[in-house]
């Protein structure tokens, strides 16, 4: 477990858990609104990489134990999704043949998302979305492009129907910034919380009240970051036995037990 003290990310402490390290990478569980790295959208934010190379600079045990003297990342993801984080050291071999591997599309991306599908756009099989995806020209956002944008390809997959609000299953081998985000927009399957890409608002207790009665406190969201999450990262074979197969991050636990609830309320 990675600590970070208050204010770094956040008022409070910032708890970062290591889900793998060895054999030149190391996988993190980054919590929503950590930006991963430096670039013009995180607007001078603190950085999950930046503070861990200050940590090693300093000689802190458990940033040493990642092994990666100057860590950087292997796929800049959004800030806002929680979830799987690969770092490889940036002076060692290891970084370019991560990049290699994510760049010829050999790693799988898988996200789970909540959404309350767009009016009249109930999905119930798979599909896949290939709309190219540019850098807007002026914001911190991404946008549907076919004179700019880069070849981009999503595959979606129905996972749990709630009735009014489904999870849904992302796949994609090389995702870009806002990618997933955006495509899920754009196929009508907008995610909570997520106001950026036209998402639908954040779900509170007042959802699962009686008779639209309030408790004190009950306006507040149960997860009030976008419920989008990066699961799992597949990796190929070729980087050995000592790197499994599939490095997985649990949901954050809001997101779960928001799911937990919208479980609970289907049962009825």
Not at 25 to 37: C, E, F, H, N, R
Not at 80 to 94: K, N, P
Not at 143 to 172: D, Q, V
Not at 184 to 189: N, Y
Request: aromatic share 10%; hydrophobic share 40%; net charge positive.
């Amino acid at each position: 477990m990675l600590t970070f003290p208050p204010q770094t990310f956040e008022s409070g402490s910032t708890s970062v858990p290591v889900i793998f390290c060895g054999n030149g990478i190391a996988a993190l569980d980054k919590p929503s609104g950590v930006p991963i790295d430096e670039h013009p959208w995180h607007d001078g934010r603190a950085t999950l990489c930046g503070e861990i190379r200050k940590r090693i600079s300093l000689g802190q045990p458990s940033f040493l134990k990642l092994g990666l003297p100057r860590p950087a990342p292997v796929i800049l993801t959004d800030s806002e999704i929680s979830g799987c984080v690969l770092l490889a050291d940036r002076d060692s071999g290891d970084l370019e043949l991560w990049r290699n591997a994510v760049g010829s599309e050999q790693l799988k991306f898988v996200f789970f998302f909540l959404t309350r599908p767009a009016s009249g756009n109930k999905r119930s099989e798979p599909f896949v979305c290939t709309l190219p995806v540019a850098s807007h020209f002026s914001e911190a956002r991404a946008l549907i492009s076919h004179k700019t944008g880069k070849k981009s390809e999503t595959r979606f997959f129905p996972a749990e129907n709630f009735g009014e609000y489904e999870l849904w299953r992302a796949e994609t081998a090389f995702p870009r910034l806002h990618q997933v985000r955006l495509h899920a927009q754009e196929s009508g399957l907008p995610i909570v919380g997520d106001a950026l890409y036209g998402g639908v608002p954040a779900i509170s207790n007042a959802y699962f009240g009686k008779r639209g009665r309030l408790n004190k406190g009950e306006v507040r969201p149960i997860y009030p970051s976008p419920c989008i999450h990066l699961a799992s990262v597949g990796v190929p074979t070729m980087f050995g036995a000592q790197v499994p197969p599939e490095l997985s991050a649990a949901f954050p636990s809001g997101f779960e037990a928001l799911l937990k609830k919208l479980r609970s309320r289907r049962a009825f």
